[in-house]
């Protein structure tokens, strides 16, 4: 559903030496699995995610999503991928002053489905998620953490066949993040939808299919043993 093949990409501010964001980084996420990339503040996951999704193009390496090259998309061509295709959370998400369904229903707006039948659709994920007392809270009124589940719903809305999320539980406590990762992990494995979620939780780590570790740009495969010693520390 998604394959990374030697990716790169380095941001170049002003006359600054280059900044080396991903550096060949190479994977494939099939239909039906849950990959996490575990990394440290400032390792290259939002890049990495962002390539994903077609937001920035790699200075070398192909990013193919569901057998397509997408770096050649034209900017419109890459929205409408993702309007249409992907489940995309970033990692900085703001809700509008609208109740929770409404805000959970937008990306299915975009897609020109009716507003009722968009809230028919996001409501039992919503409920899956833990929001089902809360579908008419304005936005304004919840907390960052049911602001992120709101989130995860639109995400999750329309049946994206690849799931892209930043940090989707940088905002719950413990419970709460193994509550909404099961529910993305058993979508996964109900649905077939594959999901490629970025985090420096090891605790989110530990319900992945697959953990990869990225670290200064670089992705390897992470060795059991690497997350027990990120969790005891
Ligand atoms: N827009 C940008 N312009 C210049 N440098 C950036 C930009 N975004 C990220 N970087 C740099 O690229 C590296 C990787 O950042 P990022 O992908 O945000 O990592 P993470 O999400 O793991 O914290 C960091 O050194 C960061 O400072
Ligand atoms: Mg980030």
């Known amino acids: ?3 990374l093949e030697d990716v790169s990409l380095s941001y170049r501010v002003g006359g600054e030496e280059p900044v080396v964001a991903v550096e060949g980084a190479s994977t494939e996420i099939e239909s039906g ?16 995610l962002q390539l994903s999704a077609g937001l920035l193009a790699p200075d070398n390496g192909r ?10 998309l034209s900017p419109r061509e890459a929205a409408r991928m993702r309007l249409h295709e992907l489940g995309f959370l970033a990692a900085f998400t703001s809700v509008l002053p609208a ?13 020109r489905v009716s507003w009722k039948q968009a809230e028919d659709q ?20 919840l907390s960052m953490g049911e602001r992120q589940r709101v989130m ?25 993040s193994k509550e ?26 530990v319900i992945a299919d ?8 670089q992705l390897t495969d992470c060795e059991p043993h690497e997350l027990t010693v990120a969790l005891e520390g």
């Open 1 to 3: 559903m998604l394959k």
């Open 33 to 48: 699995e849950l990959v996490m990339v575990y990394g440290p503040s400032g390792s290259g996951k939002s890049t990495l």
């Open 63 to 72: 990013v193919l999503v569901n057998g397509r090259d997408i770096s050649g």
């Open 99 to 111: 109740p929770a369904i409404e805000n959970a229903a937008l990306k299915l707006i975009g897609r």
């Open 122 to 141: 996001v409501r039992p994920l919503l409920e899956r998620l833990g929001m089902g007392e809360k579908l008419d809270r304005d936005g304004r009124h």
């Open 152 to 176: 995860i719903a639109r995400a999750l809305s329309g049946k994206p066949k690849l799931l892209l999320a930043d940090e989707p539980t940088s905002n719950l406590d413990s419970r709460r």
């Open 180 to 205: 909404v990762l099961g529910v993305i992990r058993d979508l996964c494995h109900e649905t077939g939808l594959a999901a490629l979620l970025v985090t420096h939780d090891p605790q989110a780590a």
């Open 210 to 217: 697959r953990v990869h570790v990225l670290r200064d740009g």
